[in-house]
């Protein structure tokens, strides 16, 4: 497991430094290979996204590619956002929370590959 859990965080980690998110590839690798309970994966993705973006933003920032006057109040509402999936998800049922977060992830995934290239 401990092979998982260094590829999982490596591969997570890369994806996240790209902007798209780690907990996209750290969460189904969580569900599929260890015993956890969707609201610990889900957890455990939160404390590992907290570093991962630190090292990200501090790579933006350096190269100019952060505008923080727009990214202020996303983050204000994101905070309260957090907070209120985080006491939904602790009170949802493990196997419907899991569903929940499938569906999210093949939703984002169907708009991926639908929408047009805007390059």
């Given at each position: 497991m401990t092979a998982v859990l260094i590829i999982s965080g490596?591969?997570?980690g890369i994806i996240a430094g790209m902007g798209v998110g780690g907990g996209s590839i750290l969460v189904?690798?969580?569900?599929?290979?260890?015993?956890?309970?969707?609201?610990?994966?889900?957890?455990i993705n939160l404390v590992v996204f907290i570093?991962?973006?630190?090292?990200?933003?501090?790579?933006?920032?350096?190269?100019?590619?952060?505008?923080?006057?727009?990214a202020k109040p996303i983050i204000i509402y994101g905070i309260a956002g957090a907070a209120a999936?985080?006491?939904?998800a602790l009170s949802l049922d493990t196997a419907l929370l899991r569903k929940i977060f499938?569906?999210?992830?093949l939703l984002?995934?169907?708009f991926q590959l639908i929408k047009k290239d805007r390059s």
């Open positions: 490596l591969v997570s189904p690798i969580l569900a599929i290979f260890t015993t956890l309970s969707q609201q610990e994966i889900q957890g570093p991962a973006s630190i090292a990200a933003l501090y790579v933006h920032k350096k190269n100019g590619s952060t505008d923080f006057s727009l999936g985080a006491f939904i499938a569906g999210f992830i984002i995934g169907l």
